[in-house]
């Protein structure tokens, strides 16, 4: 199943190329607002899964390209990302340590949104491709043999960056506000039957970027969560990103257009913005362009405010 939120934050589930407007399903579920009603939802979710379907069978729905997409998730308590969790097509000597940093669950936009790259003296914006997974269960010291019990289903992720500012660490870096696209929609687990073998794209504006496979990862899915749920406990809707493969990320500027597909997952896209004006530039070199030319980091800014001598 797939669900998603549309216009107004009206829940809905996918049905072909229709969206079937379900709140009137879930309409008893203890919430506020739309963020504990898709926690609230995904907690009780073998109670409403039938009502669920019963109601997409019985409706056409209308066409999902006539509605405004929203985040499934639009505010969630934990967004947990594995950090350095990939072996770079090999290319790492060794397998890194184990980490993760926290995102703003206020962070967050949906497909169709617009990244707004901030006035700040980055050296570099990026996003970065990735599966994440929400949590179905409360998790709490999981073993890697029951992680998977603990999974609700899968959503594209975008880990957005503001690299090289003056305050160090991930709070000023991954946190701002629109840094955190994910969707279109929500897939339950029973539609991905092998989540650590599935292809990741991302383009921007229509060239291939990032190209790589969740098998790379130096930790798996299951050592993610085991792991995660020994530092805090992880609640229905919580958000896990399982991390990136380096070597395709490239600059984010004013006026591109993202699209980012894991498979199975839909197509997450959105626009990008810079919030300075004349909009600030850089190579469209990705990473490992860059490695084989036997250079270092990103690419630098060439024009703009907080370019290198101007």
């Not at 090289?164 to 039957?193: H, N, Q, W």
Request: glycine letters at 10%; aromatic letters at 8%; hydrophobic letters at 40%.
């Amino acid at each position: 199943m797939k669900l998603l939120y549309f216009n107004d934050f009206q829940l809905g589930v996918l049905k072909g190329d229709n969206v079937v407007d379900v709140s009137a399903v879930v309409r008893d579920v203890p919430h506020t607002g739309p963020g504990d009603l898709i926690s609230g939802l995904i907690a009780r979710f073998d109670a409403y899964r039938g009502r669920l379907q019963d109601a997409v069978a019985s409706a056409a729905g209308v066409p999902l390209a006539s509605v405004r997409v929203r985040p499934p998730l639009p505010k969630p308590a934990n967004i947990v990302c594995m950090a350095v969790n990939y072996m770079e097509n090999g290319t790492l000597p060794k397998k890194p340590q184990i980490n993760a940093f926290h995102k703003a669950g206020t962070s967050v936009i949906g497909s169709g949104d617009t990244m707004v790259l901030p006035d700040e003296p980055a050296t570099i914006f990026e996003g970065e491709a990735e599966l994440a997974l929400v949590i179905g269960k409360r998790a709490s010291f999981v073993s890697a043999s029951q992680a998977f019990d603990h999974i609700f289903g899968y959503v594209n992720f975008i880990d957005g960056s503001a690299r090289g500012l003056p305050s160090t660490g991930f709070f000023a870096m991954k946190s701002r506000a629109t840094f955190c696209p994910i969707g279109p929609y929500l897939v339950t687990k029973d539609e991905i039957p092998d989540p650590q073998n599935l292809p990741v794209k991302l383009t921007v504006n229509g060239e291939l970027k990032q190209d790589f496979n969740t098998n790379d990862m130096a930790h798996d899915i299951a050592r993610c969560i085991e792991w995660a749920s020994s530092v805090h406990t992880l609640e229905p809707g919580d958000i896990l990103a399982t991390g990136t493969n380096h070597r395709g990320l490239s600059s984010f500027m004013d006026g591109d257009q993202i699209a980012l597909e894991v498979q199975g997952l839909g197509k997450l896209q959105f626009n990008v913005r810079d919030s300075v004006q004349p909009a600030r530039k850089w190579l469209r070199e990705t990473r490992q362009n860059r490695k084989e030319k036997g250079l270092e980091g990103p690419t630098p800014q060439v024009s703009g405010k907080y370019a290198p001598n101007t």
